[in-house]
């Protein structure tokens, strides 16, 4: 009893200090209290092995709501605080290529109970997280099928990154036999994977055409955006030279698994000479958990003075010469170099040429 007020001060002195963390650090993440997940969609997916004659192996795909119970979070002799999760509702329908429509349910009569555990003292994500799982299959045969179960629960594990563990996936490789509803041996469940569907968006990339970009001029700036979800998203990037937006993209479209490239010119009259980082951010999408991914920071890029073609702070012969002797190019060409486009209009020719030798000399500051 008094071990169990000694856990209980500790859990309570962690989630303060956890508080007082957060509000100072906003990267810190805190376990929640007690409480309900509702993942309105999540998605199995079961290698179903089925004896007797004609037997078949099948993987089989079945989709739906999964509702867990959480307590709240308890810190153990180890220090990795956890929590104790069941499954308290299931209800997964699919269609079985051998024996029709199917509904997966959480078992009526056995709790699919579970953890959720810091990997690391002190650190809630990534978090390891299991539930031995009770299920019942209800096919829609009779005989010799009818409703099937497992003895045995299936240990599904996952690491998972946030609660609820949008994006994680569950699984399970071991064989677990199934029986019908008198108890016969029917089959069993081989690989088995229960993925909880996420909302995720991300920018991979974000790059200047040029190193170098003389004031007043533009410069091409592709950024690429990825829908890592399970769902169609719309939304929204703006992008950055240092603080400033200097582009903005509204209804960017993304069905999952999709990505694409926003590509500007971004005109740097107005701007400062002086080294931009670019970077581009994905504003969130409703229920995204995931937002680590949505920000995506380069290497500067400089303005300076125009006919500065080697971003040295002067323009001299070196400008020069580099322009005249690239003369001609344009991208793919041998000679081709973007910094000597002073117009960027995608050749090197006469009016890069003079626009650098007309500032010949210049330096900056
Ligand atoms: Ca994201
Ligand atoms: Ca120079
Ligand atoms: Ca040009």
């Not at 790059?207 to 955006?225: C, D, H, L, P, R």
């Not at 999952?256 to 951010?281: E, M, P, V």
């Not at 500065?308 to 060409?333: M, Q, R």
């Amino acid at each position: 009893m008094t071990h169990n007020i000694g856990l209980a001060k500790k859990a309570c002195l962690l989630m303060l200090v956890c508080a007082f963390l957060a509000a100072i650090v906003p990267d810190v993440f805190c376990y929640p209290p007690a409480g309900i997940d509702y993942m309105e969609y999540t998605t199995a997916t079961i290698e179903l092995q089925i004896y007797g004659s004609p037997g078949f192996t099948e993987t089989l795909t079945a989709t739906g709501p999964t509702t867990v119970n959480r307590s709240d979070p308890t810190v153990p002799e180890d220090n990795r605080t956890e929590i104790d999760t069941e499954i308290i509702s299931m209800t997964l329908t699919g269609n079985s290529p051998n024996i029709g429509p199917i509904t997966i349910i959480q078992s009526p009569s056995k709790a699919s109970t579970g953890k959720i555990k810091q990997q690391s003292p002190g650190q809630d994500f990534p978090a390891d997280s299991y539930f031995d799982v009770y299920i019942e299959i209800k096919t829609k045969l009779l005989y010799p099928l009818g409703t099937l179960h497992n003895d045995v629960p299936k240990h599904m594990s996952a690491v998972i990154y946030s609660i609820p563990p949008s994006g994680s996936t569950y699984e399970n490789l071991t064989t677990i036999y199934l029986f019908d509803e008198s108890d016969s041996l029917v089959g069993a469940m081989l690989a088995t994977r229960h993925h909880v569907d996420a909302h995720d968006i991300a920018i991979i990339d974000i790059a200047g055409s040029k190193a170098f970009v003389g004031q007043g001029y533009g410069i091409n700036i592709t950024t690429m955006a990825i829908n890592q979800g399970d769902f169609a998203e719309s939304f929204s990037v703006t992008i950055y030279g240092n603080e400033t937006v200097i582009a903005t993209f509204a209804d960017v479209i993304l069905s999952s698994g999709a990505s694409t490239h926003l590509n500007f010119t971004w005109n740097t009259a107005g701007f400062a000479k002086g080294n931009y980082t670019l970077s581009a951010y994905a504003w969130p999408v409703e229920n995204e958990t995931d937002i680590d991914n949505n920000n995506f920071t380069d290497s500067w890029i400089k303005v300076t003075i125009v006919g500065d073609v080697n971003g040295d702070g002067k323009v001299n012969l070196i400008d020069v010469f580099s322009v005249a002797l690239a003369f001609g190019s344009y991208p793919g060409h041998p000679k081709w170099n973007p910094n000597y486009d002073i117009n960027n209009d995608g050749k090197i020719n006469l009016l890069d040429y003079f626009k650098t030798a007309l500032n010949f000399g210049k330096t900056d500051p």
